[in-house]
């Protein structure tokens, strides 16, 4: 117990809290800018076992904010890392990694070896399935969000208290909320609120302190000032039976649209259009050569001068905001062949890296 003695120090925490931790498994879903927090002081706390779900690889991108991670990490798996650099700092901790991303197969079995979940991810898709899945299964989880310099965090599931779908029952339409690749983010911002996250964490495996269920703490990063918003539990929302058919296509409003894996395309002879729609100040950091820059933000306006006779292929730095650039253009402009280049830029460093060292 050497280790943790300046915990069991504090008064309200004590012995038996830190016991509580040893007992403790949390699963933390997502091993990104707040996952890394929660990783971090969740290990060195004393978490008895964690287990993190994650089938994403480290970009260089990353690095200013997933501090865990080191140059020479980039293309690796985020959860082979991470379970490496865990255990040397708490080599008494079970760690169970999963390395794919968290899906409507694999929610109940994953999150129900689990006491407590923590949600680390930042696409709505998932947020909503960790919801249904918790509710079923009876599990708290710890919410964390973040938008430019205003963060979010709240319990949910809590001793009966609201779930998140009490505080937002649908999620937003495609493209109406930008993720961090589409508005940026500064390193720090996830640093702040995955902290908070694992301080809830925390609070509900231990007993001290009063968690935020049933409220949603708000927080202006930038002019140091913070609210709660207090929630309350619909029935509608907290007694579901079952997982929804289906969390990708109805909640993200996205439909499936023909796909290019980055091989294939580098090996496809028929003349087509590469474009790259992700912010021009990203482009311009770095960018497939033959690629056009159509921001995503513009692609709802008048359709830039290009061959309409040929396929398009729309790519952006991992996939998904080429697919929402593909669900607008389908609806103004049917008569369009469109492709997502799967991966996207990152992907494509990868394949042109392993191609130019063979």
Known sequence: MNRYLRQIQVPEFGKEGQEKLNKAKVLVVGAGGLGVPVLQYLTG?????????DGDRIEETNLHRQVIYSPSDVGKMKVEVCKVKLSLQN??????????????????TLI????????????????????????LLKKPFIYGALQFFE???????YQNGPTYRCLYPNPPDPGQVPD??????????????????ALEALKVISGIGEPLSGQLLVMDLL??????????PNPSYTNLHTLADTYEVPLCQTETSPTLSVEEWMNWDKEHV?????????????????????????????????????????????GGRSQKAIHYLKESHPELELFNLEGGYGRWKQVAKQTSET
């Not at 991810?121 to 899945?133: G, P, S, V």
């Open 45 to 53: 706390m004393g978490i008895g076992t964690i287990g993190i779900v």
């Open 91 to 108: 080599p008494e901790m079970n760690l169970q990694t999963y390395p794919s991303f968290l899906n409507k197969e694999n929610a109940l």
């Open 112 to 135: 129900g070896k689990y006491d407590l979940v923590v949600d680390a991810t930042d696409n709505f898709a998932t947020r909503y399935l960790i919801n249904d899945a918790c509710v």
């Open 151 to 157: 963060g979010h965090v709240s319990v949910f599931n």
């Open 180 to 197: 961090c690749n589409q508005a940026g983010v500064l390193g720090i911002v996830p640093g702040i609120i995955g902290s908070f996250q």
């Open 223 to 232: 002019g140091q000032s913070q609210y709660k918003i207090k929630l309350k």
């Open 274 to 318: 590469l474009i790259d729609v992700r912010e021009t100040h990203e482009y311009k950091a770095g960018h497939v050569p033959q690629a056009v820059s159509w921001p995503l933000s513009k692609i709802q306006g008048k359709l830039p001068d290009l061959p309409k006779g040929k396929p398009w292929i729309l790519m952006c730095q991992m």
